[in-house]
């Protein structure tokens, strides 16, 4: 997949496309919906299929205070949207400049006249242009008048609630990883470098990882059963997340401990995926009560794997 970052670098030469617009975050099965749409669209018409996307999030630039933190870096969301079978991304960097565009001088300005579109797909909810004023119905009518179609994506239910990103992040904070797998179509993870920690994982018989995480943790603390992908390797495993209180720590820390694994890990890249969550995190009275009770939670996900 050919990425843009700008419209700047977007080829001015390129063929006349089908795009799909949306942030992405998280790439659930509403988004890939959307992106699917686009890449069959794209295939009848013989033309390439390209997603338009906003960097940072909108909301990190009209409100901050409220922004919600990431289901996906932006290189996730990446590989996430090229698993989809589009053929180019275009980033478009968001700043209170690109906000003040009126939504028409948006259709007329990027989708005709630097992405050539000649279909665009969006989701039922999707807003753009200044004061969020730019709606799949004003696309409808600008379509009519500027000689372009317009795909309107429904939205999606799982489990009888609508799929959305601000739905699994709600699921995700209740512990619900289960149940925000089955709204992205994949399991939640976090990724990043194992790092040196104090060792007593190792001491205690279970050694851990010590996973700095890409971006901040979305499920509650607590204990898990999780899928570790280590190169083109996964492994059971299980993951804390937590402040350590039976050593009286307080900062956060991801902790992995990889079932039946005894390599050295430092410095190599982790992925952990959430399967399901075993229970709270809790203080215990010593070393072998805490012992016992991490014996039980990697038989207990054994048993969930």
Same mark, same amino acid.
């Given at each position: 997949?050919?990425?843009?970052?700008?419209? #700047?670098?977007?080829? +001015?030469?390129?063929?006349?496309?089908?795009?799909?617009?949306?942030?992405? #975050?998280?790439?659930?099965? $509403?988004?890939?919906?959307?992106?699917?749409?686009?890449?069959?669209?794209?295939?009848?018409?013989?033309?390439?299929?390209?997603?338009?996307?906003?960097?940072?999030?909108?909301?990190?630039?009209?409100?901050?205070?409220?922004?919600?933190?990431?289901?996906?870096?932006?290189?996730?969301?990446?590989?996430?949207?090229?698993?989809?079978?589009?053929?180019?991304?275009?980033?478009?960097?968001?700043?209170?400049?690109?906000?003040?565009?009126?939504?028409?001088?948006?259709?007329?300005?990027?989708?005709?006249?630097?992405?050539?579109?000649?279909?665009?797909?969006?989701?039922?909810?999707?807003?753009?242009?200044?004061?969020?004023?730019?709606?799949?119905?004003?696309?409808? +009518?600008?379509?009519?008048?500027?000689?372009?179609?317009?795909?309107?994506?429904?939205?999606?239910?799982? #489990?009888?609630?609508?799929?959305?990103?601000?739905?699994?992040?709600?699921?995700?904070?209740?512990?619900?990883?289960?149940?925000?797998?089955?709204?992205?179509?994949?399991?939640?993870?976090?990724?990043?470098?194992?790092?040196?920690?104090? $060792?007593? $994982?190792?001491?205690?018989?279970?050694?851990?990882?010590?996973?700095?995480?890409?971006?901040?943790?979305?499920?509650?603390?607590?204990?898990?059963?999780?899928?570790?992908?280590?190169?083109?390797?996964?492994?059971?495993?299980?993951?804390?997340? $937590?402040?350590?209180?039976?050593?009286?720590?307080?900062?956060?820390?991801?902790?992995?401990?990889?079932?039946?694994?005894?390599?050295?890990?430092?410095?190599?890249?982790?992925?952990?995926?959430?399967?399901?969550?075993?229970?709270?995190?809790?203080?215990?009275?010593?070393?072998?009560?805490?012992?016992?009770?991490?014996?039980?939670?990697?038989?207990?996900?054994?048993?969930?794997?």
């Amino acid at each position: 997949m050919r990425i843009s970052h700008g419209l #700047d670098a977007f080829p +001015s030469d390129a063929a006349p496309c089908v795009a799909a617009l949306g942030t992405f #975050d998280g790439v659930h099965l $509403g988004h890939r919906a959307i992106l699917g749409t686009a890449v069959s669209r794209a295939r009848a018409l013989g033309v390439p299929a390209v997603a338009c996307t906003f960097d940072p999030n909108p909301m990190e630039v009209l409100r901050p205070e409220r922004a919600p933190l990431p289901i996906t870096t932006l290189a996730e969301r990446l590989a996430l949207i090229a698993g989809t079978g589009i053929d180019a991304t275009a980033i478009l960097s968001f700043t209170p400049e690109v906000a003040a565009v009126e939504p028409e001088a948006f259709v007329k300005d990027v989708l005709l006249g630097r992405l050539r579109v000649r279909e665009v797909v969006v989701g039922f909810n999707h807003t753009f242009g200044r004061g969020a004023r730019g709606n799949a119905r004003l696309l409808e +009518s600008l379509s009519e008048r500027l000689g372009f179609q317009v795909h309107v994506m429904p939205p999606l239910a799982v #489990d009888g609630m609508p799929v959305s990103s601000s739905e699994i992040r709600a699921t995700l904070w209740r512990g619900e990883v289960d149940r925000a797998a089955r709204f992205l179509g994949r399991l939640y993870s976090l990724g990043g470098p194992v790092v040196r920690g104090a $060792g007593r $994982g190792r001491s205690l018989g279970f050694p851990t990882a010590n996973l700095r995480p890409e971006r901040p943790p979305l499920v509650p603390t607590g204990v898990y059963a999780c899928q570790a992908k280590l190169g083109d390797a996964t492994h059971r495993a299980v993951v804390n997340i $937590g402040v350590r209180p039976t050593f009286d720590e307080r900062e956060l820390a991801v902790e992995a401990h990889l079932i039946d694994f005894t390599e050295e890990l430092y410095g190599r890249r982790l992925e952990v995926g959430f399967v399901r969550r075993l229970r709270d995190e809790m203080k215990f009275p010593g070393v072998a009560a805490l012992c016992d009770q991490i014996a039980r939670d990697v038989a207990a996900a054994r048993r969930a794997l």
